[in-house]
């Protein structure tokens, strides 16, 4: 059996791939990447407690779900404002994209 702590670790490091990819990237396809990145880190660690808590309960697999809903609808919305902000800008560059600037 895989200890917690492999899981834990494993979700850091994805984490902060994650976060470093979000912080760093100037495409904002790239930075949705990075945010979809985390999400999934978060999925590994309520699994991963939810394995090693309590198996009769369904907690973690129903906040997993619940995660992977909130990724869907993120990557949906994210992706139809990226295409829109391309259409008028022609750019998916995140510092060029100053629409709320005056």
């Known amino acids: 059996m895989i200890p917690l702590s492999w899981y834990l670790i494993l979700a850091a490091a994805l984490f902060s791939i994650g976060l470093f990819g979000v912080l760093v990237r100037r ?26 808590a ?10 997993a779900i619940i ?6 609808a993120e990557v949906s919305v994210g992706l139809a404002l990226v295409i829109s902000v391309y259409r008028s800008r022609n750019t998916v560059i995140a510092n060029d994209l100053n629409l709320m600037k005056w």
């Open 27 to 52: 495409n904002a396809v790239a930075i949705l990447l990075g945010v979809e990145l985390m999400l999934n880190a978060v999925n590994i660690n309520l699994v991963s407690f939810w394995r090693y």
């Open 54 to 63: 309590d198996v009769s309960a369904m907690t973690g697999q129903v906040f």
């Open 67 to 72: 995660v992977f809903a909130v990724a869907a």
